[in-house]
């Protein structure tokens, strides 16, 4: 069992950053690619990005590509989404996810977090 809990969420304007972290608890975290999904109201959950497992590749949605960053610290346990350039339409309930594969980048993932709400105001 993993345990995932994340933080950073927040109000922030347009053209700001913000930095989520996901920590995770449980079965050795390395075992696992990790990934970040978003849920805006009204709307299906989303892919946004995700990592292997050693942190050597990474995989990001075209609507982030080149605004977020997604890292690892497996020393920590966590997951890193940090996102620059924000905005509006990236207001979302932001998930973390653990797969035990690449299917993660299909949303198919064998933990989630409870979610972290982004706002970003224009």
């Known amino acids: 069992q993993v345990q995932l809990v994340e933080s950073g969420g927040g109000l922030v304007q347009a053209g700001g950053s913000l930095r989520l972290s996901c920590a995770a608890s449980g079965r050795t975290f390395s075992s696992y690619a990790m990934g970040w999904f978003r849920q805006a109201p009204g709307k299906e959950r989303e892919f946004v990005a995700a990592i292997t497992w050693s942190g050597g590749r990474s995989f990001y949605a075209d609507a982030v590509k080149g605004r977020f960053t997604i890292s690892r610290d497996n020393t920590k346990n966590t997951v890193y989404l940090q996102m620059n350039s924000l905005k509006p339409e990236d207001t979302a309930v932001y998930f973390c996810?653990?797969?035990?594969?690449?299917?993660?980048?299909?949303?198919?993932?064998?933990?989630w977090g409870q979610g972290t709400q982004v706002t970003v105001s224009s």
């Open positions: 996810a653990a797969a035990s594969s690449l299917a993660i980048i299909k949303g198919q993932s064998d933990y």
